[in-house]
């Protein structure tokens, strides 16, 4: 197998999601004796969360850049940013080093792709809804996507933030995300993109009235895919 480097800690609960369904992927296709190599590097999320200046941005970009090339030193032979948001940096660090970055966009506009999924919606956090470094990515694997709520992404990012991101996940919530998620497909839209690590907490991939595509799962499944040695 080869070794994979995870940069974590965007949030906890999110690389605690990555750490267990990779293994437990390997368990299934491989043994239950059997685990995956991996090198973890869980940051502090005080100097990352709700990044809203170009400052700010570029002192998050220094820190997974020197993340990153750490894993590398360390062994790592490709890498896994594991949340979705901190992909806006992606390019940045990829340059950086000399190993691959397994692109969660990326992964997922290819999966939809080649299910035949043409137009879709996406709900996370709110500068993966809104800005266009996210949209647009996904939009070059041949997407349309339906314009997002102002208000319906106000209350998805406080709820991530304020309760997923900790650990918790109510059932108010829950029920807030249903109805979201069953206002969506009223619009001319196929699926839904599930695009925070953390939104699976809430939300079942397997039973919704849309389609929907899980990027934690879709990443988790490209990572193993490297591991194994199935990846390119």
């Given amino acids: 197998m080869r070794k994979i480097g995870l940069i974590g800690g965007m949030s906890w609960a999110a690389t605690e999601l990555y750490y267990r369904h990779i293994n437990k992927q390997v368990q299934k296709r491989l043994g239950s004796a059997c685990s995956a190599p991996i090198i973890l590097e869980s940051l502090n999320y005080c100097e990352l969360s709700r990044l809203t200046t170009p400052e700010q941005w570029d002192h998050a970009k220094g820190i997974l850049i020197a993340s ?6 360390a062994g790592a032979t490709a890498l896994m940013i594991t949340a979705n948001s901190m ?3 992606a390019e940045d660090v990829g340059a950086a080093i000399s190993i691959p970055i ?5 992964e997922t506009g290819a999966k939809m792709r080649a299910d035949g999924i043409k137009a879709a919606a996406v709900i996370g956090t709110r500068n993966v809804m809104t800005e266009p470094w996210f949209r647009q990515r996904l939009v ?9 709520d102002a208000s319906r992404a106000d209350a998805i990012d406080a709820i991530i933030y304020d309760e997923l991101m900790q650990g918790k996940a109510t059932e108010d919530s829950r029920r807030r995300m249903r109805t979201f998620i069953t206002d969506i497909a009223k619009q001319d839209v196929q699926a839904l993109v599930l695009a925070c690590t ?21 990443h988790v499944a490209a990572g193993v895919d490297w591991v194994l040695g199935e990846g390119s």
């Fill in 87 to 89: 992909h806006k940096v």
């Fill in 102 to 106: 397994i692109h969660i966009v990326d």
């Fill in 68 to 73: 990153a090339q750490r894993l590398e030193a």
């Fill in 198 to 218: 953390e939104l699976v907490m809430l939300v079942d991939p397997d039973a919704n009235v849309l389609p929907i595509y899980d990027t934690t799962r879709i």
């Fill in 140 to 148: 070059r694997h041949g997407l349309t996507l339906a314009p997002y």
